[in-house]
Structures are given as C-alpha cells and as structure tokens.
C-alpha cells in the first residue's frame, strides 16, 4: 500500500515543513488493549503466537484502528534472535522472560547461528504482510547486541548486578565473542526487515544503562556496526534507557533518539537530531481535564518543530486505561490543521 502519511518520516530527515506532530506509542499493541488479551489468551505460549504472520498482522492493526497514529510498529519482540539461535524463551506472567539456559549459569553457552536466519523467517513475513495493510510508515526493531547479551547473561530480566559486573572483567574475550555474533545476525535481520518493507528502524538498548565508562566499548561500537551496515537511508532510531544522550550524540552516526522518561527533553532540541519519546505513560493515570492540558502543552510548546516526535519514554503498560490514551491522542490531533 502506498505511503498516505509521511509526517513520522519527515520528522525522521527534519524535512517536514507542516505544523504538526507525529505520534506513535512504545508497545502501542499489547496488553492494555482488551482486544490483544483475546487473542493473547488462545496461545500458552508468546513465541507461538508471534510465529504467526496472520496474528502479527492484525496485533500491529489493533491500535492503528483505534486511535490517530502516524507510524506502525511490527509486532513481534526483541528476543526473537536468542529464540533462534537455539535459546527458547518462554514469558511467564509477573516474571517475565524465562529463557531455556543462561551464560550464568552455563560459561560455555553456545549460540547456534546455523540456519537461525531461516527461523525469523517469520518476522520478515510478518514485516511484508504488515506493510502490505497499512498508509503510514512501518517500523521494523532489534534489541542491541549489550541488550540481547545481558539477557542471554542473566536467562532473564537482570536484578542485581555484581555477577555481570565480575563476568565482563575476567572473561572480556568472551563477551566481544558474544556481542560480535550478535552484530552478526541483527545486521542480517536488520537488512532482511528492510527488505520486506520497513521504513525505519528502532534499536533498543534496553539495558543501556548498566553500563557507564564502558558503554561505548559493549554497547554503542556494535550498534555503530550494524548502523553502518544498513545500505539503504533508511532512519535509524535508538533508544538506551538510564542513559542520558549526551554523551551518545557525539559517537555515533544516529541521529535520532528515543528518550527514557529521565532525560532533559529541552536540551535537546535545538541540535541537529530528532528526538522521540520523553512522555511518562504515567500520565495516562491522570483525569481528562489534566490529559487536556498535557496535550494542549506538548501541541503549544512543539508544534514548529521539525525534530519532534511524540512518544514515551517507556513502554504502555497493561494498567492504562485505552481510552486514556484515546482521549489524549484525540485532543493533539485536533490541534492539527
Ligand atoms: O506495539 C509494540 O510495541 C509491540 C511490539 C513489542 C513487544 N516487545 C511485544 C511484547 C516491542 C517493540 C517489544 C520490545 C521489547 N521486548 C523490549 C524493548 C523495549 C523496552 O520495553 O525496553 C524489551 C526489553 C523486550 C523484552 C520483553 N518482551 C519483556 C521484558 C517481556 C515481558 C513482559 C513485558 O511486557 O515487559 C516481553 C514480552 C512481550 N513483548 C509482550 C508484548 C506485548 C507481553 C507478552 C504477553 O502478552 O504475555
């Protein structure tokens, strides 16, 4: 389907010369929405229902019908590649992740890159039947290589962090080992997204933040990698969360940031980048009167700028009220001319 809404792109190039702001949300499907919770509870298991295109499909359509949204996300999850190479995951309600095996546990943890591509077949089908459905830009994603490692480190969301800590001192040749073969594989996966129709892509460092001095060294050196390996002009977004930009900026060829709810929007804009996010999805707890007014403030204060666009600064979680966010999105579309 041809491109009707270009105004997420534009902002993306710092192109765009209308008085508006696009929106889109982080984890615009999922559960908060009862109409996910309907598909979600015929399938045990994530990974099973994500394998397929159809249900992909229709879980990225299910906000895009809902409210005023000018980019699309595909809807799948960062730990599709640790699924792949051989590390199943399974997600366990208030626990999170749970994957199959851990370098924590098993120092000789072994990913297996034979045949991983063809297994994420199933996004890059997903990516094309999406794009093949909707009028604004698609989003296509990868977690970092840090991120996936320190999920694959811990074989869950990480807690406390001196193990990590004592792990990347003494086994350094191991843990380059492990983050160049994920270069490797998100940058197929980036290019094969690419090819099936993304717009844009959205990197997310998740785990950003547990890094300091050595940031630039595990983390941001791969993401430069796979930056640098995409052939086309397609935007590249990232996001680190607990961790201001401001050191990021000057190392790296991206220029547009997704910030977490911590950092100083303000600051920011008047550089030469673009920048998304910011919004606490807190604030979709407030009553309507005071969503009025945030959004009245985001569309007075933003509106002229070619850099802006709306979003989080973290994912919706399944306590907000959709029609929150419904009457939020409304109001700042209706500011547009
Ligand atoms: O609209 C969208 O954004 C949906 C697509 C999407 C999902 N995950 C679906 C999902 C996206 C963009 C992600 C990214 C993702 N996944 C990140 C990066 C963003 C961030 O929040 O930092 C991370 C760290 C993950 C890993 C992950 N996946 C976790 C920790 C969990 C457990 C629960 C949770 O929601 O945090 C998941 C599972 C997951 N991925 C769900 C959804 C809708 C919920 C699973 C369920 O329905 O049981």
Redesign the pocket.
């Known amino acids: 389907m041809t491109l009707k809404n270009r105004i997420f792109l534009e902002a993306l190039k710092r192109s765009n010369d209308q008085v508006n702001i696009p929106v889109w949300?982080?984890?615009?499907?999922?559960?908060y929405l009862p109409e996910?919770?309907k598909i979600?509870s015929q399938y045990s298991d994530?990974f099973q229902?994500?394998k397929k295109p159809e249900i992909c499909k229709e879980?990225?359509l299910q906000?895009l019908r809902r409210f005023p949204l000018d980019a699309a996300?595909?809807?799948?999850?960062?730990?599709t590649i640790p699924d792949a190479m051989g590390i199943p995951?399974e997600?366990i309600?208030g626990k999170?992740?749970v994957f199959s095996d851990s370098i924590q546990k098993n120092h000789l943890l072994r990913l297996n890159h034979e045949g991983a591509l063809k297994k994420l077949e199933y996004v890059f089908e997903a990516t094309a039947l999406i794009k093949a459905n909707i009028e604004v830009p698609l989003?296509g994603?990868t977690?970092s290589p840090w991120?996936l490692f320190v999920?694959l480190y811990y074989g869950k969301?990480p807690k406390s962090h001196d193990e990590l800590y004592n792990y990347l001192e003494l086994q350094s040749h191991n843990v380059h080992s492990y983050l160049e073969q994920l270069t490797d594989i998100i940058k197929d996966y980036v290019q094969a997204q690419i090819e099936a129709g993304a717009d844009c892509i959205?990197i997310?460092d998740?785990?950003g933040g547990l890094l300091d001095q050595e940031y630039e060294e595990l983390s941001l050196s791969y993401i430069n990698q796979i930056v640098a390996s995409i052939q086309t002009d397609v935007p590249v977004i990232l996001?680190t969360?607990d961790k201001l930009i401001d050191n990021i900026i000057d190392s790296t060829p991206i220029k547009c940031f997704n910030l977490d709810t911590s950092d100083n929007i303000d600051k920011h804009l008047g550089k030469d980048i673009t920048i998304q996010g910011n919004f606490d999805p807190k604030n979709f707890h407030a009553d309507d009167e005071a969503l009025k007014e945030m959004a009245q403030m985001v569309w007075t204060k933003y509106k002229d700028r070619k850099n802006y666009i709306f979003n989080l600064g973290?994912?919706?979680?399944?306590d907000v009220n959709p029609e929150k966010v419904e009457y939020f999105l409304n109001q700042l579309s209706s500011f547009r001319s």
């Open positions: 949300l982080l984890r615009q499907a999922g559960r996910y919770m979600r994530f229902m994500i879980l990225t906000p996300i595909t809807f799948t999850d960062i730990l995951v997600f309600a999170g992740p989003i994603f977690g991120t999920y969301s959205q997310f998740s785990w996001y969360r973290s994912g919706l979680t399944p």
